[in-house]
C-alpha cells in the first residue's frame, strides 16, 4: 500500500478539467442552450467513446476474464415492491435543511456541526430550518392516471435487478456458488447537492457485480474481491499513491452491510469515493423472499441438497465517475521543446492526457503533412487499412505541430503523419504521445506494431 497523500498531486483543477471537457467534446451541460439542467450533464462524441471504452474494459475484465461471473442487463422500472423489501422506501435518505433567508438547501451532515447546532446557513448566516428526512428516489407514475396505484420508482442502483433475477440465472445457466452476475446500467437519484462537474449527479450509470458465496465463506471472498478490485485500477495505468482504502464505521454502514470498504481517489477537490465493495450478508435475498413469498434459498446438489439463502459480496462502481478520475488521473501539462514544428512561445506548453491506450476515446490519429499532392487520399487511405481493428481519428487542418497539440489534448496515444516520402516507399511516421518521439516504418508493418505498442505499454509518469 502507498504513503497516503495529504493533498492532491497533480495539475489538474476541477476548473481546467471542466474547460478541457467542453473544448474537446466529451461533457456538455444538459440542455444548455436553455440554462442548462441542474445535476445532468451530456456526453459528446471524445466523452461517449471513453465512456463506451470504460464500460467496456470493466465488462470484459468481469465477464470474459471470469468463468464464474455472467451478465445481466435488467429493466430500470421495477415493481414498486423491490423497493420496499430492499429498503429503500423506509432508509433511502438524506438528512436536509433549507435555510428561510438565501433559500439555499444543504445535506445536514455537511455542514460544520457547530453551525448545524446553531440552526445558521453557511452561506448567509440565516436561519436554517429543522433537519427532515428527504428520500432520494425519483417517483413517476405508469397509466393515464397519476394515483397511488400506477406509482412507481426510477431505480437508484442496479443491484435489485440482479437480486430479483439471481434464481432465474441460476436455473437456466446452471450455475453454482461461488457465482457472479454483473451488469452496468442507469441509475437516478434525487441529489439535494450536484457539485465537482460530474462527480455527483442525478442521473448516472452504475458498474455493478454481486458474488453470491455460502454463508461462512464470506469474509474470505470479501477479501479476495477488495484484492481484485485494486489490481484493477492498478492494471488501468491509475496513479496508486492517488489511491486508498477507507472502511465504513459504525455509523456509515447501510442497513444491509456487514463490512464495507471503499476504494477513494484523491480528485483535485481532495479524497472521494470511486467504487464501493461491501458484504451486504444474506439481507438482500432474505427480505426479497419474505416481500415476494418466493423460495430463494440456494439448492447445493453436490452436497446431499443443502440449502442456504447465500451471502453476497459486492463491488460497485460509477461509469461517469471512473471517466471523471481518469480525466484527472490523466491530465498533465509539461513545457516541450517546439521541434515538432508547433510554431511560437506559447505552443512550447502543451496540455496531454495520458489515457492507458485501451481506453483513449481515439487510438490513432492519421495526418497528413499537406492536403495537396495525394497526401490526403494517401492518409484517408491507411486511415481505412486501420478502421476494423483500432479507434481512428483524422486531421488535416493546420501545422503539423498544433494537430499534435490537439491529439495530446484529446489523450490520442498514437499519430501516423503520410509526407512525402510515404508516397515514394511507402513509409510512415509513427508518434508516441507521452514521449513524443517519432519512428519511421514500412507502412505494411504499422498495425502490428500498435497492437505490440498497446499491449506492452507503460505509462512513462
Not at 497523500?5 to 444538459?30: C, D, N, P, W
Not at 450536484?194 to 455527483?200: A, D, E, L, Y
Not at 513545457?335 to 515538432?340: I, L, N, R, T
Not at 481519428?393 to 490537439?406: C, L, T, V, W
Request: aromatic residues 10%.
Amino acid at each position: 500500500m502507498p504513503e497516503e497523500l495529504t493533498t492532491y498531486q497533480g495539475k489538474a483543477t476541477m476548473e481546467k478539467i471542466t474547460s478541457l471537457a467542453k473544448r474537446r467534446g466529451f461533457v456538455f451541460q444538459s440542455s444548455e442552450i436553455y440554462g442548462g439542467q441542474n445535476g445532468a450533464w451530456d456526453y459528446g462524441p471524445l466523452g461517449v467513446e471513453l465512456k463506451n471504452r470504460i464500460a467496456q474494459y470493466w465488462w470484459k475484465e468481469m465477464t470474459q476474464l471470469h468463468d464464474d461471473i455472467v451478465g445481466l442487463d435488467a429493466a430500470i422500472l421495477m415493481h414498486p415492491r423491490t423497493w420496499e423489501a430492499s429498503g429503500h422506501v423506509e432508509n433511502f435518505t438524506d438528512p436536509l435543511v433549507d435555510c428561510k433567508q438565501c433559500k439555499a438547501r444543504f445535506r445536514a451532515d455537511q455542514i460544520p456541526p457547530e453551525r448545524l447546532a446553531a440552526k445558521t446557513c453557511p452561506e448567509c448566516g440565516g436561519e436554517l430550518t429543522d433537519t427532515r428526512k428527504f428520500n432520494l428516489m425519483f417517483k413517476t407514475h405508469i397509466g393515464p392516471a397519476e394515483d397511488t396505484a400506477g406509482l412507481i420508482y426510477l431505480r437508484p442502483e442496479t443491484a435489485q435487478g440482479i437480486y430479483v433475477n439471481y434464481k432465474n440465472i441460476i436455473q437456466s445457466n446452471r450455475m453454482k456458488i461461488p457465482f457472479g452476475i454483473a451488469q452496468t446500467g442507469k441509475a437516478f437519484r434525487n441529489e439535494i447537492v450536484t457539485k465537482n462537474f460530474i462527480f455527483r449527479t442525478c442521473e448516472f450509470e452504475q458498474m455493478e457485480m454481486q458474488f453470491f458465496v455460502k454463508p461462512g465463506t464470506d469474509e474470505e471472498w470479501f477479501e479476495e474481491w477488495k484484492r481484485r478490485r485494486w489490481a484493477y485500477y492498478e492494471k488501468m495505468g491509475v496513479k496508486t499513491d492517488h489511491l486508498r482504502w477507507h472502511r465504513h464505521g459504525p455509523d456509515e454502514l447501510a442497513h444491509y452491510a456487514k463490512d464495507a470498504y471503499d476504494i477513494e481517489y484523491l480528485f483535485p477537490m481532495g479524497w472521494r469515493e470511486l467504487e464501493g465493495v461491501h458484504n451486504r450478508s444474506d439481507y438482500d435475498l432474505s427480505r426479497h423472499s419474505e416481500y415476494s413469498g418466493k423460495d430463494l434459498q440456494y439448492i447445493d446438489q453436490d452436497h446431499n441438497n443443502e440449502r442456504c439463502i447465500p451471502f453476497i459480496i459486492e463491488t460497485s462502481a460509477g461509469l461517469t465517475r471512473t471517466l471523471l478520475m481518469l480525466l484527472c488521473d490523466a491530465y498533465d501539462e509539461e513545457q516541450v521543446s517546439g521541434k515538432e514544428g508547433a510554431g511560437g512561445e506559447e505552443e512550447d506548453r502543451r496540455t496531454v492526457l495520458r489515457f492507458h491506450p485501451n481506453l483513449a476515446p481515439v487510438t490513432v490519429a492519421v495526418l497528413p503533412l499537406m492536403r495537396k499532392d495525394g497526401l490526403a487520399e494517401l492518409a484517408q487511405a491507411v486511415r481505412e487499412e486501420l478502421k476494423e481493428d483500432f479507434s481512428t481519428g483524422y486531421d488535416q487542418s493546420g501545422a503539423i505541430g498544433r494537430r499534435y497539440r490537439r491529439q495530446d489534448e484529446a489523450g490520442t496515444p498514437f499519430c501516423v503523419t503520410i509526407d512525402y516520402e510515404s508516397k515514394e516507399n511507402g513509409s510512415v511516421t509513427l508518434r508516441f504521445r507521452d514521449s513524443m518521439e517519432q519512428v519511421r516504418l514500412p507502412r505494411s508493418a504499422l498495425a502490428e506494431r500498435l497492437r505490440r505498442e498497446i499491449k506492452d505499454y507503460r505509462r512513462l509518469k
